[in-house]
């Protein structure tokens, strides 16, 4: 089911201060805020009021579950029933950080955050002012990414204003993300940790931790039942224009009769024929494609192309992430 708001705010303010932030998070408001992945849109994760409004805010079906980010490890244990020797391992290892544990929840965590699952996502975000937030605030967060459902994360406040202005309270502006992609989501409710979605901790690194896990498969059949985890819907971060993937070896070359835009990264080489071209890295450098990917998609998607041919990555590291990405994107 998609909800959809039945209150429109007269406009989204930008918060002077973090303080201000904070106070409209415990007053039930709803305020979008940075991380070091994207930018996130919270509410109060008690508060089912202030959940129920960000699906409405966002047009988000509520089959498809929130993470609820925390200020420390000791706030993360609080919202489980059980956390693992394993938990202890990634949460030493990687938090603060872009890793979400989804844990057993206990029963004040709202269904409506799960999805009416048992189990949690719960993370500690690696940026300082999204921990002075919930510092300040004093409050789990509940936050999935701050725009409009199924469209292009946004990674600066220009980008949450230009989906949800008028639709949300606030945004604290905290510059560009540094990583630029979402949060890996790794399970530890099933019989082998198991990542849900990859993101901006790699696979590789979190194996080298606790070993092999497995890696989750999107079934579009299942496409309207509750989700694990949020982006494993078969489409989404997804523009309105068309998106195509070629090969990362293969030669870019433009539709004909079309106007096409290029994503891509290394070297460009020949483009003729591209109306507009979008380099995320001059090198094969996986952390700054990641961290221009979306900036560099919401760019071209503005751009009035017929299609976009965007280059896929290396299959490894945040290669795995950017290449999911891709292909939710280009889902029709």
Not at 144 to 155: D, E, H, K
Not at 271 to 283: N, R
């Amino acid at each position: 089911m998609t909800v959809h708001r039945t209150t429109v705010v007269c406009k989204t303010i930008v918060c002077k201060t973090i303080a201000e932030a904070a106070n409209l998070l415990k007053s039930g408001r709803l305020v979008a805020f940075p991380t070091e992945t994207v930018y996130g849109l919270g509410a109060d994760a008690r508060n089912s009021r202030s959940v129920a409004g960000i699906f409405e805010s966002k047009q988000r079906p509520t089959f498809d579950p929130l993470i609820v980010h925390v200020v420390d490890v000791a706030s993360a244990r609080e919202l489980v029933t059980e956390f693992s020797p394993i938990a202890e391992r990634l949460a030493a290892a990687f938090w603060p950080g872009p890793l979400t544990l989804v844990l057993p929840k206990i029963a004040e965590i709202s269904d409506l955050v799960t999805a009416g699952l048992p189990g949690v996502g719960v993370r500690v975000p690696n940026h300082p002012a999204a921990l002075e937030l919930l510092r300040l605030a004093e409050c789990p967060v509940a936050a999935p990414s701050a725009n409009l459902f199924g469209r292009i994360s946004p990674t600066t406040a220009q980008h949450v204003l230009d989906g949800l202005n008028g639709r949300i309270d606030a945004v604290l502006d905290g510059g560009p993300c540094g990583v630029g992609v979402e949060s890996t989501v790794l399970s530890l409710m099933t019989e082998e940790p198991m990542i849900l979605r990859p993101g901006g901790l790699s696979i590789e690194d979190i194996e080298a931790v606790i070993g092999p896990v497995q890696l989750a498969t999107t079934d579009p059949n299942k496409d309207a039942a509750a989700q694990m985890a949020p982006g494993m819907l078969s489409r989404h971060y997804s523009p309105t224009t068309p998106l195509s993937i070629i090969e990362a070896t293969s030669k870019a070359i433009p539709v004909a009769g079309q106007k096409c835009g290029l994503m891509t990264y290394g070297p460009v080489g020949v483009t003729i024929g591209f109306q507009k071209i979008e380099q995320l890295a001059e090198f094969s450098d996986l952390k700054t494609c990641a961290a221009n990917f979306f900036a560099a998609l919401r760019s071209l998607d503005s751009a009035d192309l017929d299609v976009i041919i965007a280059r896929k990555f290396p299959p490894i590291g945040l290669g795995i992430a950017l290449n999911d990405r891709l292909k939710r994107a280009a889902c029709r």
